[in-house]
């Protein structure tokens, strides 16, 4: 068997798995939808469904890896009894992986376009929505500016991690992180000084009935579960290859805790970023449930940076950070994706970073070009990028889930006493044991209840 590499501290433990769940949906979708959702009712009930709902998920999720010490691609198959077949799951974990990075690349490079146009003051010049609408409409047309940023995107990331878990991951995720979370900071005091940043923090933070009674209870709990449940990157074991590489020192449910609370945090600073900023330069408005999406950054919330003082210092330092959360998450599923070839093959790092550097440079073709040239495919209302999230988002994460939480509480699965044995190893938070119902029985039907209501 070969030596599995390690971390060299915990710090850098936790801020690669927290840079593997922190990604763009917590910057942008999480206020947006606690903006369409009615405010602090929405962020309360989600916090509740994270504890509820992710928590247990993720411990399972870093109980496999670090039991098995492999990846999604042979977990399974170390863990599970003989003639089982909970180890055919690698399918969907490794078809997952790729599958998100084929859109989130795309992504990220519009992130380092946006810090570019700022950097250089040329998107200044554009004051109103429609007109940065305009703008974006004429870069997700531009294919060859597209392929261009991608393809520097997926060779930097993949030659990160050729250069070794501690020497290339840990050391280069664990400087964004830190330059993300400070540069988060510094965004919320400043928005926090506007002129009608009051009114944004009640909205956001005093809880009230009102979206009851606009929305309906129901729909304000089944999106803050959503929310949720998609915010981790929880099914596909993109976590679990980081519990392979840590200590028996420490049990998991702590370290899922702190991982869970960085990745709240973002959010919530998030939102400390947007709605002082929304209520004094957009009039309260931030966006409707029927227009989630990135396009928000670069329209509405790009205006709103036009209009402050030291706007342009706004946007960079915004783009930087937006730019950081995309890149730890592609470095953190690109360090999955290695594994699985580094469990499955007797190749090195560098040899699997070439290969999969023009795999993954073909793949993203079909997200980049579906804006021009193939701007036609559609299944219903969706586009190739929409189509590939809603294939990641709404059926791979939840099942995946569905099948961590079987196999570890099931007697046909890996078993309740392994996994609780091995969440338990070491020092710090327990997981209860009374909550053994909670996850063998209540848990599995929560997560259909998400799988079907993202379907339909």
Not at 36 to 59: E, N
Not at 157 to 186: D, H, N, P, Y
Not at 261 to 288: E, H, K, M, Q, R
Not at 398 to 412: K, N, Q, W
């Amino acid at each position: 068997m070969k030596q599995r590499e390690k971390f060299s501290s915990r710090l850098g433990f936790i801020l690669i798995s927290a840079g593997c769940s922190i990604g763009l949906g917590n910057v942008y979708r999480f206020p947006i939808m606690t903006g369409a959702y009615g405010g602090a009712l929405f962020v309360l009930i989600y916090i509740a469904f994270l504890l509820l709902l992710g928590l247990p998920v993720m411990t399972m999720e870093l109980s496999v890896g670090r039991a098995s010490q492999r990846s999604i691609a042979t977990s399974f198959d170390v863990l599970e009894k003989p003639g089982q077949k909970w180890h055919w799951l690698k399918f969907l974990g490794i078809g997952g992986n790729y599958l998100l990075m084929m859109f989130y690349t795309v992504i990220s490079c519009w992130m380092i376009i946006y810090f570019f146009k700022y950097a250089n003051g040329s998107i200044m010049q554009y004051a109103t929505a429609e007109e940065l609408g305009n703008v974006f409409g004429t870069i997700v047309n531009s294919p060859f500016l597209l392929t261009g940023t991608t393809f520097a995107v997926i060779i930097l990331c993949f030659g990160i991690c050729s250069l070794g878990l501690q020497k290339g991951v840990e050391r280069i995720t664990k400087v964004m992180m830190i330059a993300l979370l400070g540069l988060m900071v510094l965004l919320a005091i400043y928005a926090c000084t506007l002129s009608n940043a009051a009114e944004g923090l009640r909205f956001y933070l005093i809880p009230s009935t009102q979206p009851i009674k606009d929305y309906g209870i129901w729909t304000v709990i089944t999106a803050a579960m959503g929310q949720a449940f998609f915010t981790l990157s929880i099914g596909i074991g993109s976590i679990a290859i980081f519990g392979s590489y840590i200590k028996k020192d420490r049990r998991l449910t702590g370290e899922a805790i702190t991982i869970m609370s960085l990745d709240t945090f973002v959010a919530i600073t998030s939102g400390l970023i947007v709605f002082p900023a929304c209520f004094t330069y957009n009039n309260g408005v931030t966006a409707d449930a029927s227009t989630v999406g990135a396009s928000f950054l670069f329209t509405t919330l790009s205006s709103i940076f036009n209009a402050m003082p030291f706007g342009r210092i706004v946007g960079i330092f915004f783009f930087i950070f937006m730019t950081f959360a995309a890149l730890s998450t592609v470095i953190a599923v690109f360090e999955n994706i290695m594994s699985f070839w580094l469990d499955l093959t007797n190749l090195n790092r560098k040899q699997v970073a070439i290969i999969n550097i023009f795999l993954v440079m073909v793949l993203s073709l079909p997200c980049i070009l579906g804006f021009s040239v193939l701007s036609d495919i559609h299944i219903g209302d969706k586009g190739i990028m929409d189509i590939e999230d809603f294939l990641v988002s709404n059926i791979a994460l939840p099942i995946g889930s569905l099948f961590y939480v079987l196999f570890c509480t099931s007697r046909y699965g890996w078993s309740w006493k392994n996994y609780f044995d091995e969440v338990n190893t070491g020092k710090g938070i327990r997981f209860p044991k009374w909550l053994r119902p909670y996850v063998t029985y209540v848990l599995p039907l929560i997560i259909i209840a998400v799988l079907v209501m993202s379907l339909f």
